[in-house]
């Protein structure tokens, strides 16, 4: 099992540009997440689905939107990048069965916005 | 203010001594905490959870909770070099479903 994978890895893009961040998982986890990890901010939840065909708003999510086509797949798009975007994200997944929700982490994507 | 902080550190120690984190919080509704470990450009990973109070050991890691104080701990046993990383405390409401709330992270380094 892959797990949870980001596509890319890294990204530079300037401002106004637009670009699409995808993360995958092979787990047939219900659940997916977005984050973004400043520093000393921790992770801070962008969006996130609870099924597949379904989204919804975290803690930070303007400038982003999501969908979520594919239960394995949860696609994260900047419209129209800021430098305030530059930032490490993270897609993360869990499963709905169970106390604890554990949530698996992809390897990241860093994007810089000049 | 914040609804979880943890000191950001660095918090250096020399091999095999005991590492102690910790985190505060401010909502009491939090029933479920969890701590993950983050290596340097890679994805955190759970590493502890706790429901409620009370302690919960595995190994060299011991977490602590105490819900009275809204204070949690972590306590790393034996530290090894192996065991430099950033420590992120996590919460989760039982309202919020499967939202956690996560704490800044501290950055640990451990010199052999």
């Known amino acids: 099992n892959a797990g949870v994978t980001q596509t890319p890895k890294f990204r530079v893009l300037k401002t106004g540009q637009s670009m699409t961040l995808l993360c995958a998982q092979d787990?047939?986890?219900?659940?997916m997440y977005w984050y973004r990890q400043d520093p000393g901010m921790g992770l801070r939840l962008i969006h996130y689905s609870v099924g597949e065909g379904t989204t919804a708003k975290g803690e930070v999510p303007d400038g982003y939107n999501v969908s979520r086509l594919k239960k394995q797949n949860f696609l994260l798009g900047l419209e129209s990048a800021a430098p305030s975007q530059t930032s490490v994200y993270f897609c993360?997944?869990?499963?709905?069965?169970?106390?604890?929700?554990?949530?698996?982490f992809g390897p990241g994507t860093r994007l810089t916005v000049t | 203010q914040k609804e979880v902080e943890q000191d950001p550190g660095p918090l250096s120690v020399p091999e095999g001594a005991i590492v102690s984190l910790n985190c505060t919080y401010s909502n009491s509704a939090f029933q479920y905490f969890m701590w993950y470990r983050q290596y340097s450009r890679k994805g955190p990973e759970l590493l502890m959870y706790?429901?409620?109070?009370g302690n919960k050991e595995d190994g060299r890691f011991t977490a602590q909770v105490d819900k009275s104080s809204k204070y949690i701990s972590l306590f790393i046993r034996d530290s090894q070099p192996s065991d430099s990383a950033t420590y992120l405390c996590a919460m989760r409401r039982v309202a919020a479903g499967n939202k956690l709330t996560f704490g800044g992270g501290t950055r640990v380094l451990v010199k052999p």
């Open positions: 993360a997944s869990s499963s709905r069965v169970g106390l604890t929700y554990e949530q698996y």
């Open positions: 787990m047939n986890h219900e659940y």
């Open positions: 706790t429901y409620s109070s």
